[in-house]
């Protein structure tokens, strides 16, 4: 089922999620419609929060809704090292019309579970550890508003006060 997708500033993206400790019915279900959302949507990554769900749990395909080949489901994600520093301009799903560029780490190394809640580890650069740091920066309630210069910032959010009129 394609989700609906939550926009800032829904106050669910500037929550901090929670950790999994158990795989239930409900959250596989909800791994299947966060796959199938993002896919639907042509995004290359999703965190539950921008689907509803507070808890620590995102998926990323950098191969995009094309090619679809190299699908990833993280639990409780974490970034446990990190090398270098790269800029690049970002997009995401819930901040409309926007792009923002953003300094990040280069490599990073995330370990989390995998869909069976089986420890998992990434060692990654490039595209897919930029999308790995901007899924993780949903679980902790940040979205690229908050890498936004105060200006650009400011800027934005009168825009947005314009549309929810
Ligand atoms: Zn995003």
Request: hydrophobic share 35%; proline share 5%.
């Amino acid at each position: 089922m394609v989700l609906n997708i939550l926009h800032y500033p829904d106050p669910i993206l500037a929550q901090k999620a929670k950790p999994v400790d158990k795989l239930t019915p409900e959250l596989r279900a909800l791994i299947g419609d966060m796959v199938e959302t993002m896919y639907e949507k042509e995004g290359v990554g999703l965190a539950a929060p921008q689907v509803g769900h507070s808890v620590r749990l995102i998926c990323l395909d950098p191969t995009g809704p094309k090619e679809r080949t190299n699908l990833m489901v993280v639990f409780n994600p974490e970034i446990v090292a990190r090398e270098g520093f790269v800029e690049d301009e970002e997009r995401c799903l819930s901040v409309a019309e926007t792009s923002c560029k953003i300094i990040r780490s280069d490599k990073i190394t995330v370990r989390g579970l995998d869909q069976t809640l089986a420890p998992v580890r990434y060692e990654c650069d490039g595209y897919l550890s930029r999308v790995f740091q901007h899924e993780i920066d949903h679980l902790d309630g940040k979205t690229i508003v908050d890498h936004m210069s105060r200006l650009k910032r400011t800027m934005y959010e009168k825009k947005i006060k314009k549309w929810q009129i």
